[in-house]
């Protein structure tokens, strides 16, 4: 069990005290001062591991359900005892040009906090430190934790859609390039990177409820103060949607003018194709006639014939060469 338990504190008016390893015990405490809180964090646990957990603290068996097998969409459920929200916080990774998604849940009651991390990306350490340091934030509960935790994770993806926006611009870039890369390269890179928006889309868009049910009245464990605070997080997050949504538009107009680029250099290619065929097509004809076996043909006695049959052959040649390239096709 002390592997699975990241961190256990009270924060008794915004100041920590560290748990004992009985956290019911500390629970208990807790309920009993009065402006105190438990906060305990837990990393990927087992059934087993967490049946102690969602015992003491009377978490909803559907809620625990979700905790345990992870792979949820971001949503907020209430319950009797508890409100459980699950957030998908997100890393991007410029070298590999990946996004990866992990899972947040968290358990807010009336004195705690239990928060299941799934997969790597997680800002709870970060938050829970800067919140250490102002304890006058801390003081407001359970609710403080709820909103420095989600303000964490849609802020990362503004950072994450800027870095994306980045990487978009390059990949245009490359696109609209006047000298030819490697077109089927290119093509993969767009279509990889559509799957890693569409991934990144899957973490932002559903949060938007949630989010919005948080400022308005009505959702128990939640003080009427803080509604404010989870507007600014519900704006950064139409924020971030929306750059999600310009990075998809950007994306299929790219692959859309790439696909129509390779047309026009496949049209392009056919039109040189077909101009350098008609030039060796010229003296195959004229040879190819001359080449006859018959005694009664134009010019076939004359002394000069066969310089003439060349002169004729580079003049047409010249001419048609002229005619291509003054037309483009060469």
């Not at 964090?41 to 992870?70: C, R």
């Not at 410029?94 to 239990?114: K, Q, R």
């Not at 003081?139 to 403080?144: D, I, K, Q, S, Y």
């Not at 709820?146 to 926006?165: C, F, M, P, R, T």
Request: net charge negative.
């Amino acid at each position: 069990m002390p592997d699975v338990i990241v961190d256990c504190a009270i924060y008794r008016e915004g100041r920590r005290i560290d748990c004992a390893a009985d956290f019911s015990h500390a629970l208990e405490e807790a309920r009993a001062e009065g402006h105190s809180f438990l906060w305990l964090g837990m990393y990927e646990p087992t059934q087993d591991e967490f049946d102690m957990v969602s015992s003491e603290f009377a978490l909803h068996p559907l809620a625990v359900e979700d905790a345990l097998h992870a792979h949820q969409r971001p949503k907020l459920e209430v319950y009797d005892d508890s409100l459980f929200v699950v957030l998908k916080p997100i890393t991007y990774d410029v070298g590999a040009d990946t996004v990866t998604a992990s899972e947040l849940m968290l358990f807010v009651g009336d004195s705690f906090v239990v928060t299941v991390r799934h997969g790597e990306a997680s800002p709870l350490g970060a938050v829970r430190k800067r919140l250490e340091q102002h304890p006058n934030i801390l003081r407001h509960g359970p609710t403080a934790v709820l909103y420095a935790v989600s303000d964490a994770v849609v802020d990362h993806y503004i950072e994450v859609a800027a870095e994306l926006q980045q990487d978009l611009e390059e990949l245009e870039a490359e696109v609209f390039a006047p000298v030819r890369g490697d077109t089927k390269n290119t093509a993969a890179r767009i279509y990889t990177f559509k799957r890693e928006v569409m991934e990144f889309r899957r973490a932002t868009g559903p949060l938007a409820e949630p989010m919005a049910r948080l400022q308005n009245p009505g959702v128990p464990f939640v003080h009427d103060h803080a509604r404010p605070f989870f507007r600014d997080v519900d704006d950064h997050l139409t924020r971030a949607n929306e750059s999600v949504e310009g990075l998809d538009r950007l994306l299929s107009d790219i692959l859309a003018a790439h696909l129509a680029q390779m047309g026009v250099r496949q049209n392009d290619d056919m039109r040189k194709i077909s101009a350098w065929a008609a030039l060796a097509a010229v003296p195959t004809l004229i040879a190819g006639v001359y080449g006859m076996n018959f005694d009664r043909m134009p010019e076939l006695k004359w002394h000069y014939g066969y310089y003439g049959i060349l002169l004729l052959m580079a003049v047409i040649e010249v001419s048609l060469y002229r005619l291509f390239k003054r037309r483009g096709w060469l």
